[in-house]
């Protein structure tokens, strides 16, 4: 692929380690700016619980990423540290592809695990936006990247746009391997699960 004007295809080691720029995001005065634009990532109010998703790859066309603050419902009992609220980063794929897919939650006593995308019969989705507080993989690799993007402009996932005066990124092409998140919040256009399963656990993904 050929590269454009200004971007430029990278590597980024993800182990222990959120995507570059986010953790710049974890700031009182980003937090009241958020809270006062509106940087909702998943656009309804989170139940305050997280949940954990594990890959084994991530791949995804059409990637960008900003910072949001997500919030509980009101009256909910959850987060009381932080005043219902989460700081997160939003990540956005316009069409992605997931293998070997876990979600767990834990529901105190036991884990609620939903596996699919074994074989070769992965998962899909379409117009993924995932809220997260942490991601981390073996290797990230970003194909033609803007790094610092003003998160009001970015146009890889039409309609999808952050605030304006944000820090944002976006690329053409992201692939992640081994990938684990933990998330608040999830929403996609669609969402394709082959080989699904659900069921209780002691152990999480």
């Given at each position: 692929?050929?590269?454009?004007?200004?971007?430029?295809?990278?590597?980024?080691?993800?182990?222990?380690?959120?995507?570059?720029?986010?953790?710049?995001?974890?700031?009182?005065?980003?937090?009241?700016?958020?809270?006062?634009?509106?940087?909702?990532?998943?656009?309804?109010?989170?139940?305050?619980?997280?949940?954990?998703?594990?890959?084994?790859?991530?791949?995804?066309?059409?990637?960008?990423?900003?910072?949001?603050?997500?919030?509980?419902a009101?009256?909910?009992?959850?987060?009381?540290?932080?005043?219902?609220?989460?700081?997160?980063?939003?990540?956005a794929?316009?069409?992605?592809?997931?293998?070997?897919?876990?979600?767990?939650?834990?529901?105190?006593?036991?884990?609620?695990?939903?596996?699919?995308?074994?074989?070769?019969?992965?998962?899909?989705?379409?117009?993924?936006?995932?809220?997260?507080?942490?991601?981390?993989?073996?290797?990230?690799?970003?194909?033609?990247?803007?790094?610092?993007?003003?998160?009001?402009?970015?146009t890889?996932?039409?309609?999808?746009?952050?605030?304006?005066?944000?820090?944002?990124?976006?690329?053409?092409?992201?692939?992640?391997?081994?990938?684990?998140?933990?998330?608040?919040?999830?929403?996609?256009?669609?969402?394709?699960?082959?080989?699904?399963?659900m069921?209780?656990?002691?152990?999480?993904?």
């Open positions: 692929m050929a590269t454009k004007p200004g971007k430029a295809e990278g590597r980024v080691r993800l182990r222990r380690a959120a995507v570059p720029g986010i953790a710049a995001l974890a700031t009182t005065g980003t937090l009241v700016f958020l809270t006062a634009q509106g940087a909702l990532g998943v656009q309804f109010a989170i139940s305050g619980m997280p949940f954990t998703v594990t890959a084994s790859s991530l791949e995804g066309n059409g990637f960008q990423q900003y910072g949001g603050l997500d919030q509980t009101d009256g909910s009992p959850n987060l009381p540290d932080e005043n219902g609220q989460k700081l997160v980063f939003v990540s794929i316009r069409d992605a592809t997931v293998h070997n897919l876990c979600q767990s939650i834990n529901l105190v006593g036991t884990n609620l695990v939903i596996k699919a995308g074994a074989g070769n019969k992965p998962v899909h989705a379409t117009n993924l936006v995932l809220d997260s507080d942490l991601l981390t993989g073996d290797e990230a690799v970003f194909n033609n990247i803007n790094i610092g993007q003003d998160a009001s402009k970015l890889e996932v039409p309609g999808l746009e952050g605030p304006l005066g944000v820090f944002g990124q976006q690329a053409d092409h992201v692939t992640i391997t081994n990938v684990r998140q933990n998330n608040w919040g999830a929403t996609a256009a669609t969402f394709s699960l082959p080989n699904l399963s069921s209780f656990s002691g152990d999480g993904c």
